[in-house]
């Protein structure tokens, strides 16, 4: 059972533009929800994280919208650069539950120059 | 650099095959967890130990087996290998039990390859 939906699997976008991904959870008692950046050989990093009290956050040129109703939540990546280009993950948890993290499948981000 | 270790980077073996994954987690940090990586499963919750005691469980097959040592380092057993074993598997280590904010710190992983 895939508890975290994540779409698009790949997108290209220019230099400047804006990276927009999409998850979508189905188990209600997550409370919190992470995205992590991935580089090719390298472990996943916290980028940006949320709570469901907040509907968004942003930090930097990372924004995350989140809408509890729709049971879903996206990472805006503005002015993209082309260090940027990685693979991004969604990712959730539940607290009741431990720590242990539920990742979306991942978005393979390139940025053209 | 998250400051979480692990070793050996890669590891090449046969089916029939045992195996074990090291990681040391960050300074200060009590739990860590172990994740798997393939093409088909994406990133999957094995299991998480914290200051030695198992704290949860995820999709680990019975073949593979964890313990966290009183130095907090950890290591991840694989036996009876199979082809479908080869993967990237990460440790992960956090400073709590599992607060629901904790912040994972992901190591560089190791590369499994099953011949």
């Known amino acids: 059972q895939q508890q975290v939906k994540q779409s698009p699997q790949s997108l290209i976008v220019q230099k400047g533009g804006i990276s927009i991904i999409n998850c979508a959870y189905e188990n209600t008692a997550f409370d919190y929800f992470p995205w992590y950046q991935q580089f090719p050989g390298k472990g996943p990093a916290l980028l940006i994280a949320i709570r469901p009290d907040v509907s968004e956050k942003k930090e930097g040129r990372f924004t995350i919208s989140f809408n509890k109703s729709a049971k879903q939540f996206s990472l805006h990546i503005m002015d993209s650069q082309p260090g940027d280009s990685a693979t991004y993950f969604c990712a959730a948890s539940n607290k009741a539950a431990g720590n242990k993290l539920t990742f979306g499948g991942g978005t393979r981000v390139l940025v053209k120059p | ?115």
Request: aromatic fraction near 10%.
């Open chain 2, 1 to 115: 650099d998250s400051g979480v270790t692990q070793t050996p980077k890669h590891l090449i073996t046969a089916t029939g095959q045992r195996v074990t994954l090291r990681c040391s987690p960050r300074s200060g940090d009590l739990s860590v967890y172990w994740y798997q990586q393939s093409l088909d499963q994406g990133l999957q919750f094995l299991i998480q130990y914290y200051n030695g005691e198992e704290r949860a469980k995820g999709n680990i097959l019975e073949r593979f087996s964890a313990q966290q040592f009183p130095d907090l380092h950890s290591e991840l057993n694989l036996s009876s290998l199979e082809l479908g074993d080869s993967a990237l598997y990460f440790c992960a280590s956090s400073v709590g039990a599992g607060s629901g904010t904790d912040t994972q710190y992901f190591g560089p992983g190791t590369r499994l390859t099953v011949l």
